[in-house]
């Protein structure tokens, strides 16, 4: 006997359309799990903004852009109400909550996500 607005749950695990709920609760939890692997941020210096002396970093790949930020006003020494605008590959602004995962495999240049920052808005 099934609750109404449930699905109909069979005694050999399936939901209705014949999708395991082992499989189900199996890829939910793959999905959970972060991606140990790392890629290089390459991080550039537009306009007035000072140069890192050490501009290649490694990031691991399920992090957000955010965390990618963060690490560079760290590096920057920058405070969180201090301007800091951030590009990738000159060209457009990623939202913070996109993965670097994301960004380096649309975006990567020669194997690097190379991330470019500025004091000032440089671009749209």
Do not use: C
């Not at 069979?10 to 395991?20: R, Y």
């Not at 590009?87 to 190379?114: C, K, M, Q, W």
């Amino acid at each position: 006997m099934a609750l109404m607005g449930s699905p109909d749950i069979h005694a050999h695990g399936l939901v209705d359309g014949g999708e395991s709920l082992v499989e189900g609760l199996e890829a939910l939890e793959a999905y959970k799990k972060k991606d140990p692997a790392k890629v290089v941020v390459r991080f550039k210096a537009v306009g007035n903004a000072p140069i890192m002396k050490q501009n290649f970093f490694k990031v691991t790949v399920s992090n957000r852009f955010q965390a990618v930020i963060q690490f560079l006003r760290k590096e920057l020494g920058w405070k969180a109400g201090e301007p800091l605008f951030t590009y990738i590959n000159l060209a457009f602004s990623p939202a913070p909550d996109d993965t670097v995962a994301n960004l380096y495999r649309s975006f990567a240049t020669e194997g690097h996500l190379i991330v470019n920052y500025s004091t000032t808005a440089a671009w749209g």
